[in-house]
């Protein structure tokens, strides 16, 4: 069964980057659409971008707009999530999914795997 383990998150500056993973342990995502979701304390999850298994992606946090954006390492089987000029409201649990598909969607209810979380603090 396909597990979704996030890593990366931490406590970082206004301005600052962070880079995080989401793997697959005994598993490829490698003909996966990932979605990379958020939510911040008292907020509801939001939907940050998804990445389809060819590499497009599609932005769907117009907060994060020209700051955050993905990858993906088909020999690593990772798929990462870039972050830049991290910002305040950026804090929050980051949860890495995948819809069993290629494809991607705005849509938490067509993800049907989820990672654990990592939290990402920015804080001066």
């Known amino acids: 069964q396909l597990r979704l383990v996030e890593s990366g998150g931490g406590l970082v500056q206004p301005g600052g980057s962070l880079r995080l993973s989401c793997a697959a342990p005994g598993s490829t995502l490698n003909s996966n659409g990932i979605g990379w979701f958020r939510q911040a304390p008292g907020k509801e999850r939001e939907g940050v971008l998804c990445i389809t298994h060819t590499g497009h992606i599609s932005m769907y946090a117009t907060a994060v707009k020209d700051r955050f954006t993905a990858s993906r390492d088909n020999a690593k089987n990772i798929v990462y999530l870039q972050m830049n000029s991290l910002k305040l409201d950026d804090t929050g649990l980051y949860y890495c999914?995948?819809?069993?598909?290629?494809?991607?969607?705005?849509?938490?209810?067509?993800?049907?795997?989820w990672g654990q979380g990592t939290q990402v603090t920015v804080s001066s």
């Open positions: 999914a995948t819809t069993g598909d290629t494809y991607c969607s705005g849509r938490s209810s067509d993800f049907r795997t």
